[in-house]
């Protein structure tokens, strides 16, 4: 049938969309790892050595991507940021809350005036960025599958649903709260921030980020006790999105030509909130997801343009808004910290030493190779340092004659390197290769001295070895596996049954709570 053809795109199109979002993300975040490599080097091959054919490819096809729309570097530059505040083709975009607070806090409007475009869509179009672009709101999803096999199972979850609506007084507090820590406090109160923060760190740094914490404490609230309730009552943004889209030009309407059957409930039960477009009473809500309007077993749910005097007015303004020039700057993460002494080169700081001995200060800046395909290098044990000797008596630095070695703990003498003069600038720079991981200690010789002084400086280096790590890779996926099975379970006829019975069971409490009428 045409209409059921017609939601079920309206649906795959909104999981393409969330799913875009992540991708988007993973690949602004990998824009600063191929810009390093651009910069430091312009070419794949150098890639190819350090990290293997496979990112070469992706280098390559990357850059001839890009090429399409202009200059490759430049042209990466056009896609920076996290969705609702980024650069996209040149479009300059910022999340409406973290444009508020920059406002607040600084007194400066520019982030502000470039928000005016997510705010003109709000306002045509309602809480779509909830529905569509939020990347928590497809975690959530994801959740409540997990929670429909759980419920399979047999496992007595509870089904909360909290009345109080805090989301304004959350946004106040935090806007308060930017005036004197800035906007980094967005980090701890939008969960959808913070895992897209996570992901640029772990993407461009490989750490696992802090910041989830937030974020997976949420989800497992909305998977095992109160499914909607931080989207529903506790966002900050899902209320001021909520404020502006009252004249939404896009809405959930009845047609009232059809008739609803007496006891059916289909529509609030799939929502996500529990809102009933039946009753009228889901507008100021409603993120216009269409789950309603694709399950609505009369077809009496649809979504609906309707353009006012006032709305055109607003939808004229908001196209305005989108086309004019966006004036927030960009901020971006160029990748890793340059803490070499050859400017653009990609470095993998290991560690970074200074050490004072009398007369002498010695600092030494260490970097592996561990990036390197091992199968392919000829010395897949190398390590880089730069040394620099500072005369702290004469206040400048010694540029003389110096003998290097390297001691293990056991005394042992395991390299040696010698200099007529400093090799760049300041700088004593070489590529030794070493035994093993371990400690070590670095002694520099001071030829031109009287006396010869001796400076001596310990370090430690981690060299990677070609084992598979089976433990760890087992430690990080297995908690999937049952994840997995229960997405499976929960997707299942018998999952969504009980799911669906566990949500109309809340959305009679709530109605008796409404009532007066005791449980």
């Given at each position: 049938?045409?209409?059921?053809?017609?939601?079920?795109?309206?649906?795959?199109?909104?999981?393409?969309?969330?799913?875009?979002?992540?991708?988007?993300?993973?690949?602004?975040?990998?824009?600063?790892?191929?810009?390093?490599?651009?910069?430091?080097?312009?070419?794949?091959?150098?890639?190819?050595?350090?990290?293997?054919?496979?990112?070469?490819?992706?280098?390559?096809?990357?850059?001839?991507?890009?090429?399409?729309?202009?200059?490759?570097?430049?042209?990466?530059?056009?896609?920076?940021?996290?969705?609702?505040?980024?650069?996209?083709?040149?479009?300059?975009?910022?999340?409406?809350?973290?444009?508020?607070?920059?406002?607040?806090?600084?007194?400066?409007?520019?982030?502000?005036?470039?928000?005016?475009?997510?705010?003109?869509?709000?306002?045509?179009?309602?809480?779509?960025?909830?529905?569509?672009?939020?990347?928590?709101?497809?975690?959530?999803?994801?959740?409540?599958?997990?929670?429909?096999?759980?419920?399979?199972?047999?496992?007595?979850?509870?089904?909360?649903?909290?009345?109080?609506?805090?989301?304004?007084?959350?946004?106040?507090?935090?806007?308060?709260?930017?005036?004197?820590?800035?906007?980094?406090?967005?980090?701890?109160?939008?969960?959808?921030?913070?895992?897209?923060?996570?992901?640029?760190?772990?993407?461009?740094?490989?750490?696992?980020?802090?910041?989830?914490?937030?974020?997976?404490?949420?989800?497992?609230?909305?998977?095992?006790?109160?499914?909607?309730?931080?989207?529903?009552?506790?966002?900050?943004?899902?209320?001021?999105?909520?404020?502006?889209?009252?004249?939404?030009?896009?809405?959930?309407?009845?047609?009232?030509?059809?008739?609803?059957?007496?006891?059916?409930?289909?529509?609030?039960?799939?929502?996500?909130?529990?809102?009933?477009?039946?009753?009228?009473?889901?507008?100021?809500?409603?993120?216009?997801?269409g789950q309603c309007v694709a399950s609505c077993p009369e077809r009496r749910l649809t979504r609906r343009v309707r353009l006012p005097v006032l709305n055109s007015l607003v939808l004229a303004l908001g196209i305005g808004l989108a086309a004019a020039p966006a004036i927030a700057e960009a901020h971006h993460n160029?990748?890793?910290?340059?803490?070499?002494?050859?400017?653009?080169?990609?470095?993998?700081?290991?560690?970074?030493?200074?050490?004072?001995?009398?007369?002498?200060?010695m600092g030494a800046t260490l970097f592996n190779f561990q990036g390197m395909d091992r199968r392919q290098a000829t010395t897949p044990n190398d390590v880089k340092l730069f040394v620099y000797v500072y005369d702290l008596q004469l206040d400048t630095n010694y540029t003389g004659r110096a003998e290097f070695e390297f001691v293990d703990d056991e005394?042992?003498?395991?390299?040696?390197?010698?200099?007529?003069?400093?090799?760049?600038?300041?700088?004593?720079?070489?590529?030794?290769?070493?035994?093993?991981?371990?400690?070590?200690?670095?002694?520099?010789?001071?030829?031109?001295?009287?006396?010869?002084?001796?400076?001596?400086?310990?370090?430690?280096?981690?060299?990677?070895?070609?084992?598979?790590?089976?433990?760890?890779?087992?430690?990080?996926?297995?908690?999937?596996?049952?994840?997995?099975?229960?997405?499976?379970?929960?997707?299942?006829?018998?999952?969504?049954?009980?799911?669906?019975?566990?949500?109309?069971?809340?959305?009679?409490?709530?109605?008796?709570?409404?009532?007066?009428?005791?449980?």
């Amino acid at each position: 049938m045409k209409w059921r053809r017609r939601d079920v795109a309206a649906q795959a199109l909104r999981r393409v969309t969330q799913l875009g979002v992540f991708v988007f993300v993973i690949y602004a975040a990998m824009g600063g790892v191929w810009r390093n490599y651009k910069v430091a080097h312009n070419s794949s091959r150098a890639v190819e050595m350090m990290e293997g054919e496979g990112w070469a490819a992706a280098y390559r096809l990357n850059e001839s991507a890009l090429a399409l729309l202009g200059e490759p570097y430049e042209a990466s530059l056009q896609f920076l940021g996290m969705p609702w505040a980024a650069t996209i083709g040149g479009l300059e975009t910022v999340d409406p809350i973290l444009g508020l607070s920059m406002a607040v806090s600084t007194g400066g409007l520019s982030l502000f005036l470039g928000a005016l475009g997510t705010i003109g869509l709000a306002v045509l179009f309602g809480k779509v960025f909830c529905s569509h672009i939020c990347p928590m709101r497809l975690l959530f999803e994801v959740g409540q599958t997990i929670r429909g096999g759980l419920l399979w199972l047999g496992a007595p979850l509870p089904h909360l649903r909290p009345r109080p609506r805090l989301g304004g007084w959350i946004l106040l507090g935090g806007l308060l709260a930017s005036m004197s820590a800035g906007i980094v406090v967005w980090f701890f109160i939008l969960p959808y921030v913070a895992v897209v923060a996570a992901i640029f760190l772990g993407v461009t740094a490989g750490l696992a980020s802090g910041l989830l914490v937030i974020p997976v404490m949420w989800w497992w609230i909305d998977v095992l006790v109160a499914p909607g309730t931080f989207c529903r009552n506790i966002c900050p943004q899902g209320f001021l999105l909520g404020m502006l889209g009252r004249l939404s030009l896009l809405k959930v309407r009845a047609i009232a030509s059809k008739t609803c059957p007496p006891n059916c409930h289909t529509c609030s039960l799939v929502c996500p909130y529990g809102l009933s477009p039946r009753a009228g009473t889901h507008t100021h809500d409603c993120d216009n997801c269409g789950q309603c309007v694709a399950s609505c077993p009369e077809r009496r749910l649809t979504r609906r343009v309707r353009l006012p005097v006032l709305n055109s007015l607003v939808l004229a303004l908001g196209i305005g808004l989108a086309a004019a020039p966006a004036i927030a700057e960009a901020h971006h993460n160029k990748g890793l910290p340059h803490y070499g002494y050859y400017e653009n080169y990609p470095q993998v700081p290991v560690e970074e030493h200074i050490v004072v001995d009398g007369r002498w200060e010695m600092g030494a800046t260490l970097f592996n190779f561990q990036g390197m395909d091992r199968r392919q290098a000829t010395t897949p044990n190398d390590v880089k340092l730069f040394v620099y000797v500072y005369d702290l008596q004469l206040d400048t630095n010694y540029t003389g004659r110096a003998e290097f070695e390297f001691v293990d703990d056991e005394g042992d003498r395991v390299g040696s390197f010698y200099r007529d003069k400093v090799d760049v600038e300041m700088i004593y720079a070489t590529r030794e290769t070493m035994p093993a991981t371990g400690d070590y200690t670095l002694v520099a010789r001071l030829l031109d001295i009287d006396g010869q002084p001796e400076v001596r400086i310990r370090f430690h280096i981690e060299l990677s070895t070609d084992a598979v790590p089976w433990v760890l890779l087992l430690a990080l996926t297995g908690p999937l596996v049952p994840l997995f099975v229960l997405v499976l379970l929960g997707r299942s006829r018998r999952g969504r049954s009980r799911r669906l019975k566990s949500q109309l069971k809340a959305d009679v409490a709530e109605i008796a709570a409404h009532r007066g009428i005791p449980s």
